[in-house]
Nanobody
């Protein structure tokens, strides 16, 4: 039982991508959801998180104004809209479910396998 990410790919700088995250079996509608990313040789980095009801979001400074997290609990899906992509956004992006909206990955219980996002300059 884990989230499943989709929507990654290879795009050029300045383009947009939308990632989606849906659970394989368990519903995550009562969980806070977060997006993290990890580039080669770097630690996993917080990107954005959203409360279970979707009323509050929390973005990392590095993506503020460019990325938007949202969720549709009727579809049991969480989204990460990524605009104005930069080469430094290249990473594997992970979706995670937890009980609170925090940037600490250790506070999230369920993790997806990740989806690769590559931005060419």
């Amino acid at each position: 039982v884990q989230p499943v990410e989709s929507g990654g790919g290879l795009v050029q700088a300045g383009d947009s991508l939308r990632l989606a995250c849906a659970p394989s079996a368990r519903t995550f509608s009562t969980y806070a959801m977060g997006w993290f990313r990890q580039a080669p040789g770097k630690e996993r980095e917080f990107v954005a998180a959203i409360t279970w009801g979707g009323s509050s979001t929390y973005d990392a400074d590095s993506v503020k104004g460019r990325f938007t997290i949202s969720r549709d609990n009727t579809k049991n899906t969480v989204y990460l809209q990524m605009n104005s992509l930069k080469p430094e956004d290249t990473a594997v992006y992970y979706c995670a479910a937890g009980r609170t909206v925090v940037p600490d990955p250790r506070r999230y219980t369920y993790w997806g396998q990740g989806t690769q996002v590559t931005i060419s300059s």
